[in-house]
């Protein structure tokens, strides 16, 4: 028993002598003990302001995995239910992330269509990162009468109705029980024999409509170009005045207001009879509009509308924001570090650290580094607790520090 006592006064001894801060001063070292359990030779380190907790104790504890590879260190859920808790960062609450796709096949054709395996690997990290995905309906409902979304809300959104929707998105989107809104340009679903990708077909939206999916306006047919002057100058031609080559003159006021209320009103109504839309959403193509645009859509009673510019979507912005995340060059780690930036691209002023944390396969955003002494990782007891909900009190008096699940 006296050598017990005393291997363990030397164990704490090292432990409160190996961690300094930068002006040499010694860390606290205090014991650590978990869900009611005690265990005399595992030790939390204070430096600074921060405390740390070594991931041994968590692997133990709480039943995850924890490898480390160089300056890399992998936690995971096990496959056999043992994990006792799993990682819910809250990046942002009562707000929504809107993420666009176009085109998605398997030999992408250009650098703004990806490729399925890469959408999926995309949903992945989201999902491995606390993303929760939120349906068309759930977002009007927030944006118009004052409904509720989870943490860290995803809209996921699909632009121009192409058919590989259908044939390789909403397999990967059932797989996860994710839903998705497709913003359709009408025309082409009226008259297949139009040029170009094909696209979608009424039944087929039928039946994924069924299974969660959603589709709205991307106009009837002005999702193109046009010329506003006689020497063909082209602008988005939602948004315009049109130049009539015939009578060699633009579109008055009214004449332009008529053509944009006609198209925008002839979509509504071809969405509503064939898919029994009773809402109205609009995504602008080319992210192009105008007060005078925006105008019309409020008098056809579409309130919500969208644009391509990153940002993050709160109630008192009904033009929406969106993060395009249909580029071949966009990484998935990329990705997530702007949707957890609230849809910005600079990074997050994060921790300076040689070092990467990951869970499921997705680095976490790290606020403070992680320790690793000889070989040994200790991680931050305040990334464990905002992170993984894992919540701890300390006890000065008796040097420990205990961990809990729960409240």
Known sequence: ??????ALLLLAVLCSTVFTEADGARALSYRIEWEGKAREDRFAVQIGDEWYIPTDVLAHAYGIKVQARGNELQL??????????????IHYRDEVITVMYHNIEKNPSHMTFISPDQLEDQLQHMLNDNFHFITMEQYIHFMLHGGTVPPNAVLLTFD??????????????????????NFVIVS????????????????????MKQHGMSFYSHTYDSHAYAS????????PMLTRHLYIAKEQRLETDKEYIARIKRDLGTAELRL????????????FPYGAYTQDVLKACRELGIHIT??????????????????NAGNQQIHSADLIEQ????????????????????WNGTALGLERTPIVKNGKWYLPLSLIRDSFGLHFQIDSSLQKIRLFTGK
Not at 1 to 6: D, E, G, I, Q
Not at 195 to 204: A, D, N, S, V
Not at 272 to 283: R, W
Request: glycine share 6%; net charge positive.
């Open 160 to 181: 121009d109705g192409y058919e590989s929707f259908y044939t390789e998105v909403y397999p990967i989107l059932l797989k996860y029980r994710i839903t998705a809104t």
């Open 339 to 358: 949707m957890r930036n609230r849809g910005l691209r600079t990074k997050l002023s994060r921790a300076k650290s040689p070092y990467v944390v990951k």
């Open 188 to 207: 082409s679903i009226d008259n297949r024999k139009q040029i170009g990708r094909p696209k979608l077909t009424w039944e087929q939206m039928r039946e």
């Open 272 to 283: 509503k009879e064939m898919l029994g839309n009773n809402q109205s959403v609009l995504a």
């Open 306 to 323: 969208f644009m391509v510019k990153p940002g993050i979507n709160q109630r008192s912005k009904l033009n929406g924001y969106r993060i």
């Open 1 to 6: 028993m006296k050598r017990a006592a005393v």
């Open 76 to 89: 995971s859920s096990t496959a056999n239910g043992e994990s006792h808790w799993n990682y819910e960062p």
């Open 228 to 235: 506003i002057d006689q020497r063909g100058k082209q602008r």
